[in-house]
């Protein structure tokens, strides 16, 4: 891409909860340097920027004293408010992808549409409540509050599994691959791809 075309943003969020710093580009080779106070979601990222081919920095502290959850959810606040400032008018994107991921026993199935109207569907029940020291709980916030942000439409779905950390593994591999699909450029395209003339 040219220097004119590049789909890139930075996102700095400073608040009385946490401090992030996160960096993203769309069309990257799916490096990721994340350092944040909560492993899990360090390597959930790390995995969701390999399978979608960005490039992400993620520099983020926050209140864990209490709990994750200040955290996780700003995390996804700023990378939503990256993809939407990175995908800037949206033309030639493909827009839409559905993208089954297996982890071994588990399958995740994330359905994605770059629409401009926010909306979160979610389906999933885990065997367990944590995986480590890390509330499943907080998987719903994130992928929420990155819907919300990012401004699309996102159905997350988790068909079955036995193991708490393939399923929600799986499903931020779907993630990453579904984004990648739908934020990819179709020759095919003319403008936007919707009827309306705008995304």
Known sequence: MTEQTKREASIVRATKETDIKLSLAVDGAGEANIATDVPFLNHMLDAFTKHGHFNLTVDAKGDIEIDDHHTVEDIGICL?????QALGD???IKRCASV????D???????????????????????????????????????????IEARITLHVIVHYGANTH??????YKALGRALDEATSIDPRVQGVPSTKGVL
């Open 90 to 92: 949206k033309r030639g």
């Open 105 to 147: 026993e588990a399958l995740a199935q994330v359905v994605v549409d770059i629409s401009n109207r926010p909306h979160f569907e979610y389906r999933a029940q885990y065997p367990a409540t944590h995986v480590g020291s890390f509330a499943v709980d907080l998987v719903h916030e994130f992928l929420w509050k990155f819907a």
């Open 100 to 103: 089954f991921v297996p982890m």
């Open 80 to 84: 939503g408010q990256a993809f939407l």
């Open 166 to 171: 393939h399923m929600i593994e799986a499903v």
